[in-house]
């Protein structure tokens, strides 16, 4: 199965990308992960990204199509992927048609996660991030057992710089500009399933569940 995930920064894209790698086993792309392990190691790339992350901006098309292109390059993603996080522009769009298309691959649907920005300020004031897997809590709705310990891999579980709340207005006044027409993009191909993620992430993957019965993605 080839998934995208399509919702605003502190949407709640990560903690459903892993419970749908849990209950299907999709390798799943964060190319925000990507981003922060690159900059955790220093890494040139990691360096470049900084700069526009710290602001809440999107990093330029030029950094992020390539990244990416070589990440489902890789042997593990030629029977399908999950993409959270790409793509967040038009172009990016655009350019993963032409990938796929190379690699005879198509997509089988794009998840779109609704949630209003006001349940997202408060919900990224809380959220936690393992920097090791990037796995995702909330201190007040899902904490890790142990504090500051993450529950999979036992790495650190920190507070994201760009979730300080001046940096999520910036994000989510970039989502609206730049990557809600993407919600438009794919509505055009027929590929939407809404997930309604006000409430619970239970609600939104029940939601899901149900979609991908009823398209025949899963048995
Ligand atoms: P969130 O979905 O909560 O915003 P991510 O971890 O997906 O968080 O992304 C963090 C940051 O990484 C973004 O604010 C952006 O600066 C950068 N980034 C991630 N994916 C992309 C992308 N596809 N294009 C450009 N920038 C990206
Ligand atoms: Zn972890």
Redesign the pocket.
């Known amino acids: 199965m080839l998934l995208i995930l399509l919702?605003?920064?502190?949407?709640g894209?990560?903690t459903i990308a892993s419970e749908l790698h849990k209950t299907y086993g999709l390798v799943h792309i964060?190319?925000?992960?990507i981003?922060?392990a690159n900059m955790k190691e220093g890494t040139a790339l990691g360096l470049q990204?900084k700069t526009?992350?710290d602001k809440?901006?999107?990093?330029?098309?030029s950094?992020?199509i390539g990244m990416?292109e070589d990440r489902i390059s890789q042997p593990d993603c030629a029977k399908g992927f999950m993409l959270?996080?790409?793509?967040?522009?038009i172009p990016?769009a655009e350019a993963l048609e032409g990938m796929l298309q190379t690699r005879s691959q198509k997509i089988d649907a794009v998840v779109r996660i609704d949630i209003s920005d006001e349940e997202i300020r408060s919900r990224?004031s809380g959220r936690r991030v393992c920097s090791s897997c990037g796995e995702s809590y909330n201190v007040d709705f899902r904490p890790p057992k142990t504090e500051g310990v993450c529950d999979v891999c036992g790495g650190p579980v920190i507070h994201?710089d760009?979730?300080k709340p001046e940096t999520v207005m910036a994000?989510l006044k970039?989502?609206h500009e730049k990557t809600q027409p993407l919600i438009d993009f794919y509505e055009k191909k027929g590929l939407i399933l809404p997930a309604d993620n006000e409430e619970s992430s239970k609600i939104a993957l029940s939601q899901i569940h149900a979609a991908f019965a009823d398209k025949g993605l899963i048995s």
Do not use: H, N
């Open positions: 919702g605003a920064p502190g949407s894209k990560g964060s190319t925000g992960d981003f922060r990204a526009y992350i809440g901006d999107l990093v330029p098309d950094i992020t990416l959270d996080g790409f793509p967040r522009t990016q990224v994201r760009d979730d994000r970039t989502y």
